[in-house]
C-alpha cells in the first residue's frame, strides 16, 4: 500500500500527476464546457468564477508538465547516472524538488498575472491562451520565458528518452540473470514515464503552437475536437497506466473496492 510506495520516488511524483490531472480536468469542464456549449461569457471579469479558476488552472497543467519532466529527469539519472540519482532522488530529496516545483509554478503564474498577462479561454476557437495586455511587438515579455520554457522542456525530455532507450537495449545484452530482473523492473517504470511524458508534450506544444496555425472553419473544428480529446487522454493517462503496470496497486485498489460494497451491502440491508 501506500506505506511502501510514499518512499519510492516515482510513486510520490505521480501521486502527484494524478492531483494535478483531476484539478486540470474539473477546471476545463468547468470553464471550456460551458463556454463552448453556450457560446456566452456569461462569467464576466468576475476574478472568483472566471479568473481564479483559470488562475488554478494554470498551476495544475504547468505543476503537470514540469512533475512530468522531474519524472523523466528520475528515470534518466537512474539509468545513466545512478549515483547522482541515488543522492539527489532519496526520500527527503524527491520531496524537496516537488516542493519547489509547487512554489517555482506558484510564484511564476503570479507574476505573470502581475506583469499583465491572464488566462483566458477562446469560446470562438476553443483553447486556452494567455491574454498579454501590456505587450510590445518584437520586445521580450516575462511571459516569453512560458514559451521558452514549452520548447526546451518536452526537447529534453525527447532527447532523455532517446539516450535510456540505447542504454537499456546495450545493457539487457551483458546482464546476468538477477539484474536483468531488477533491470526489467526499472524498465517498466520507464515506460510508465513515457507513456505519461509523451501525451504532456503533445500537449505543451499544442497549447503553444495551435494560436499561430491560423487555421479556420471545418479545420478549425475538427482541430479542437483533436486538442480537446488530447487534453482529456493526458488528464486521465497517469492514473490508468499506473493502475495498469502495477499489480501491487492493482490489488489494493480492488480490495478496498470489495471492502466498499461489502460495506454498502450491509448498510443496505440494515436499512
Same mark, same amino acid.
Given at each position: 500500500?501506500?506505506?511502501?510506495?510514499?518512499?519510492?520516488?516515482?510513486? *510520490?511524483?505521480?501521486?502527484?500527476?494524478?492531483?494535478?490531472?483531476?484539478?486540470?480536468?474539473?477546471?476545463?469542464?468547468?470553464?471550456?464546457?460551458?463556454?463552448?456549449?453556450?457560446?456566452?461569457?456569461?462569467?464576466?471579469?468576475?476574478?472568483?468564477?472566471?479568473?481564479?479558476?483559470?488562475?488554478?488552472?494554470?498551476?495544475?497543467?504547468?505543476?503537470?508538465?514540469?512533475?512530468?519532466?522531474?519524472?523523466?529527469?528520475?528515470?534518466?539519472?537512474?539509468?545513466?547516472?545512478?549515483?547522482?540519482?541515488?543522492?539527489?532522488?532519496?526520500?527527503?530529496?524527491?520531496?524537496?524538488?516537488?516542493?519547489? *516545483?509547487?512554489?517555482?509554478?506558484?510564484?511564476?503564474?503570479?507574476?505573470?498575472?502581475?506583469?499583465?498577462?491572464?488566462?483566458?479561454?477562446?469560446?470562438?476557437?476553443?483553447?486556452?491562451?494567455?491574454?498579454?495586455?501590456?505587450?510590445?511587438?518584437?520586445?521580450?515579455?516575462?511571459?516569453?520565458?512560458?514559451?521558452?520554457?514549452?520548447?526546451?522542456?518536452?526537447?529534453?525530455?525527447?532527447?532523455?528518452?532517446?539516450?535510456?532507450?540505447?542504454?537499456?537495449?546495450?545493457?539487457?545484452?551483458?546482464?546476468?540473470?538477477?539484474?536483468?530482473?531488477?533491470?526489467?523492473?526499472?524498465?517498466?517504470?520507464?515506460?510508465?514515464?513515457?507513456?505519461?511524458?509523451?501525451?504532456?508534450?503533445?500537449?505543451?506544444?499544442?497549447?503553444?503552437?495551435?494560436?499561430?496555425?491560423?487555421?479556420?472553419?471545418?479545420?478549425?473544428?475538427?482541430?479542437?475536437?483533436?486538442?480537446?480529446?488530447?487534453?482529456?487522454?493526458?488528464?486521465?493517462?497517469?492514473?490508468?497506466?499506473?493502475?495498469?503496470?502495477?499489480?501491487?496497486?492493482?490489488?489494493? *485498489?480492488?480490495?478496498?473496492?470489495?471492502?466498499?460494497?461489502?460495506?454498502?451491502?450491509?448498510?443496505?440491508?440494515?436499512?
Amino acid at each position: 500500500g501506500w506505506k511502501t510506495f510514499y518512499k519510492i520516488g516515482f510513486y *510520490v511524483i505521480t501521486v502527484q500527476l494524478q492531483w494535478c490531472d483531476v484539478c486540470a480536468l474539473v477546471l476545463d469542464l468547468y470553464i471550456a464546457f460551458p463556454l463552448s456549449l453556450t457560446g456566452d461569457q456569461y462569467m464576466g471579469d468576475s476574478i472568483a468564477l472566471y479568473y481564479a479558476p483559470l488562475f488554478f488552472e494554470g498551476i495544475a497543467f504547468n505543476c503537470l508538465f514540469l512533475l512530468s519532466f522531474f519524472l523523466s529527469v528520475n528515470r534518466f539519472l537512474l539509468f545513466i547516472f545512478p549515483r547522482i540519482h541515488n543522492k539527489l532522488f532519496t526520500y527527503w530529496g524527491t520531496r524537496m524538488i516537488s516542493l519547489t *516545483v509547487w512554489i517555482y509554478v506558484f510564484v511564476f503564474i503570479g507574476l505573470s498575472n502581475v506583469f499583465g498577462c491572464r488566462k483566458q479561454f477562446s469560446k470562438d476557437e476553443f483553447y486556452f491562451w494567455y491574454n498579454c495586455s501590456n505587450r510590445v511587438p518584437e520586445e521580450f515579455h516575462y511571459n516569453d520565458f512560458m514559451n521558452i520554457q514549452a520548447y526546451f522542456i518536452p526537447a529534453a525530455m525527447i532527447v532523455m528518452y532517446a539516450v535510456v532507450f540505447v542504454n537499456v537495449k546495450t545493457s539487457l545484452r551483458g546482464a546476468v540473470k538477477n539484474e536483468a530482473t531488477l533491470f526489467k523492473q526499472e524498465v517498466r517504470y520507464l515506460m510508465q514515464t513515457v507513456l505519461i511524458g509523451i501525451l504532456i508534450i503533445v500537449e505543451v506544444v499544442a497549447f503553444v503552437m495551435v494560436p499561430f496555425l491560423n487555421v479556420s472553419g471545418y479545420g478549425q473544428f475538427y482541430l479542437n475536437i483533436l486538442l480537446n480529446l488530447i487534453v482529456i487522454a493526458n488528464n486521465l493517462i497517469t492514473p490508468i497506466v499506473v493502475l495498469s503496470f502495477n499489480s501491487d496497486i492493482r490489488y489494493h *485498489v480492488f480490495s478496498t473496492t470489495d471492502r466498499l460494497q461489502k460495506i454498502t451491502r450491509i448498510v443496505t440491508s440494515v436499512t
